[in-house]
Nanobody, 129 residues
């Protein structure tokens, strides 16, 4: 079992920045690939970013590429981060982190929410215009 707890959400003006954190506990953190997803009111959940177990490869949705950065620190702590810069009102959503014991390693795999085994409760991000 892996428990995931997100933090760092809040209200920010357009153009601002936030850093989300996802603290993991339970089984060995470094054996799991990690992803961030988001869901806006009335919309389907969508992929945001993912990072491989070692952290050497990252994947991003086109809508956030160049603005968001996913990272992890397997040595210091069991946490994955999502640095969000130049935020836009359309980034408003509940953001969820997820953990997966990966079978494959490509964008198509990591962007599919159903492959993830564990999910956090989510943290709200609101971007005002």
């Amino acid at each position: 079992q892996v428990q995931l707890v997100e933090s760092g959400g809040g209200l920010v003006q357009a153009g601002g920045s936030l850093r989300l954190s996802c603290a993991a506990s339970g089984r060995t953190f470094s054996t799991y690939a990690m992803g961030w997803f988001r869901q806006a009111p009335g919309k389907e959940r969508e992929f945001v970013a993912a990072i491989t177990r070692s952290g050497d490869t990252t994947y991003y949705a086109d809508s956030v590429k160049g603005r968001f950065t996913i990272s992890r620190d397997n040595a210091k702590n069991t946490t994955v981060y999502l640095q969000m810069n130049n935020l836009k009102p359309e980034d408003t959503a509940v953001y969820y982190c997820a953990a997966d014991y990966p079978t494959y390693s490509n964008y198509a795999y990591y962007s599919e929410g159903s492959v993830y085994d564990y999910w956090g409760q989510g943290t709200q991000v609101t971007v005002s215009s």
